[in-house]
């Protein structure tokens, strides 16, 4: 192994190789190599793209190209004044690395707009991307590379990462987290299904929430994400009539995020629970597509009624903090229900509900529709003017 100054040499080298290509997309040949390193075995090779930090954070940059919104990548200079262009996007970790054909234009300071996302590309990337976020971040804080290297780095699949987290997080002394390990695995492994819906709920929170930086730190740390990833597993074993596990891991999501989902509930995909705390969500209710939920909101009952009795609520619903949805009615698709609103009605598509108790924004009889996805813009306020006199 050549010395650290070589190394940072000859990383840079193919930096600059690889920038002056006129098709940036193609990989490196041996051919392109000095012939002190050609020579090498192939596993030295893989050792020089692992072991040495410098190089790994160019090589990986080069090949997979992907955004990086951060302090270094500010002095990099481009040609669009407008914001960064980033090329050609590569699926990590897959032998043939085959360029991904999206262009994809950020400004700096802003999030990208889902419009101008290749969501399948996306998702396909989750995993690698979080892997490659865990590596940055192990160089720039090296406090943190026991719990990323055993977290993330070491695992072999987003599965294996996913059960190992939520077995840490949620085991205690008398439910080790081997034990706990063992059941997630196994529920994830047979449900390929599940750890799509996980992708989709990563994705949503990426783009919907200003305050998560990266994947990672979205799938280590936002206890709204995991305990709805907890809850597909436990809603999984209710299904099977497994209802004493599936009841458990529901006790213990309530005692460690402090977020309540009977495992009998249906939650669909896209789903983000923004902080999460005090999120209660009784046993015969439903969630839609891409729906957004903040803080302290419950959809339950209105007594001690059996059967159906719970909220229904639709496609890209938008539910305010504080908020109190009761009984079994059903919230429309595209509907934004107001922060500390008490629902005790059904609301119409696309319409707003706010009050306590609720009312519709413009009207029973004539009620003003939006035209946007309110579980996607997460657009708050923009109804106050017209719903009241409040003024400060």
């Given at each position: ?20 290509s006129?098709?940036?997309h ?5 051919s ?47 040609d ?5 262009r980033y ?57 943190v ?24 997080k949620l ?41 998560c ?7 280590l740390?936002?206890?709204g ?32 995020f ?52 719970h ?24 509907a934004?229900?107001?922060a ?13 509900a706010?009050?306590?108790p ?5 009207g ?9 996805i ?17 003024v400060?």
């Amino acid at each position: 192994m050549f010395p650290v100054t070589s190394r940072r040499h000859f990383s840079f080298s193919l930096y600059m190789l690889r920038s002056s290509s006129p098709h940036n997309h193609v990989l490196y040949s041996s051919s392109f190599l000095p012939s002190f390193v050609s020579s090498k075995s192939s596993s030295t090779k893989d050792n020089l793209e692992t072991s040495s930090p410098p190089m790994a954070a160019c090589i990986d940059t080069c090949r997979t190209g992907k955004p990086q919104i951060s302090p270094r990548n500010s002095s990099r200079s481009h040609d669009d004044e407008s914001g960064f262009r980033y090329m050609n996007y590569y699926r990590s970790g897959y032998p043939d690395r085959s360029p991904i054909n999206v262009t994809q234009t950020r400004t700096l300071h802003t999030r990208p707009l889902l419009e101008d996302l290749d969501r399948d590309a996306e998702i396909d990337d989750v995993w690698a991307k979080i892997r490659q976020e865990a590596k940055s971040d192990i160089e720039r804080e090296p406090i943190v590379s026991g719990y990323y290297q055993a977290s993330i780095v070491s695992q072999r699949s987003l599965e294996a990462a996913l059960a190992n987290t939520l077995s840490v997080k949620l085991s205690n002394l008398n439910l080790p987290s081997n034990t706990l390990f063992d059941l997630f695995t196994g529920v994830l492994e047979e449900h390929p299904e599940i750890v799509e819906s996980v992708k989709q709920d990563l994705l949503a929170v990426k783009e919907r929430d200003p305050a998560c930086i990266s994947y990672v730190h979205c799938f280590l740390h936002f206890k709204g994400f995991l305990a709805c990833q907890a809850h597909r597993i436990a809603h999984e074993l209710w299904t099977q009539n497994r209802k004493i596990l599936a009841l458990l891991i529901q006790n213990r999501v309530s005692e460690a995020f402090a977020v309540d989902f009977h495992p009998g509930a249906k939650i669909g995909t896209g789903i983000l629970l923004d902080h999460a705390t005090a999120i209660v969500i009784g046993e015969t209710a439903v969630v839609g597509n891409n729906v957004s939920i903040l803080h302290n909101v419950t959809l339950g009952g209105t007594g001690k009624q059996c059967g159906d009795r719970h909220p229904k609520i639709g496609d890209g619903v938008l539910i305010g903090a504080g908020t109190c949805i009761l009984g079994n009615i059903t919230i429309g698709e595209g509907a934004k229900i107001g922060a500390g609103s008490v629902v005790l009605k059904d609301v119409p598509p696309r319409t707003t509900a706010v009050g306590n108790p609720a009312r519709l924004l413009g009207g029973k009889d004539n009620p003003k529709k939006h035209d946007k996805i309110p579980g996607l813009t997460m657009d708050q306020t923009s109804h106050i003017s017209e719903w009241s006199d409040y003024v400060i």
